[in-house]
């Protein structure tokens, strides 16, 4: 083996070992986007694989957590059009709306009973997540579930900084919206015990 391969090769050791360190998070942030545990593990994996094989891609030194976040995030943002895709076309043929659809689509249900308060209140923040159109989405992702800087976020999402804060406003005004009856109504009720 020549010293040139042996010196590829090793870089892509090393990144790849940097690039573990980064699974939880990548997890955490899919586990927001589709929801459910599996799939979130083969959108981790799938980020994991494409990063492995564009690594030479990746300028070392910068940041490796944004940059594999943009790929999770653009294979997400492929796969919901596809899928998207998908069910316009099989709804063709079907009397009901692609809206119809999506409000058939069973929504996660919370937990265990010990932990139903808890559960009620991330069912419901995930619910509301899922209303909000994914440009607003985002950003309450990676900056307020992900721990994002502005910067990163920006970089991720492949937009200037102020675009983010403008997203990210607008983005928590219309969860807070959504929120709101939930609220009130946990307000009230704690108010009278």
């Known amino acids: 083996m020549a010293g040139g391969e042996k010196s590829k090769i090793g870089e892509r050791e090393k990144f790849s070992h940097e690039a573990v360190t980064y699974l939880d998070h ?5 586990l927001y ?6 799939q979130a593990q083969d959108f981790v994996q799938e980020t994991y694989v494409r990063a492995l094989g564009s ?3 990746f300028t070392p030194g910068s940041n490796m957590k944004a940059w ?9 943002v492929d796969n919901f059009h596809r899928r998207k895709r998908w069910v316009s076309a099989s709804l063709v043929n079907s009397n009901e709306s692609e809206a ?15 932990e139903i308060l808890l ?16 440009e607003y ?12 800087s502005y910067a990163e976020t920006a970089e991720v999402l492949s937009c200037p900084v ?10 928590r005004s219309m969860l807070h919206t959504l929120l709101r009856g939930y609220i009130d109504q946990n307000e009230k009720a704690r108010k009278e015990k």
């Open 137 to 148: 989405r985002m950003p309450i992702i990676l900056v307020d579930m992900g721990d994002f």
């Open 119 to 134: 559960k009620e209140l991330d069912s419901k923040i995930t619910d509301a997540l899922k209303k909000i159109p994914e």
């Open 55 to 57: 690594y030479e891609q």
């Open 68 to 76: 594999l976040t943009r790929i999770l995030n653009n294979f997400f």
């Open 100 to 114: 119809e659809y999506w409000e058939s689509v069973p929504a996660d249900n919370p937990g265990p009973e010990g």
């Open 33 to 38: 986007l589709v929801k459910e545990s599996d």
């Open 162 to 171: 102020g675009t983010v804060r403008s997203r990210l406003s607008r983005g």
């Open 26 to 30: 990548l997890y955490r942030v899919a």
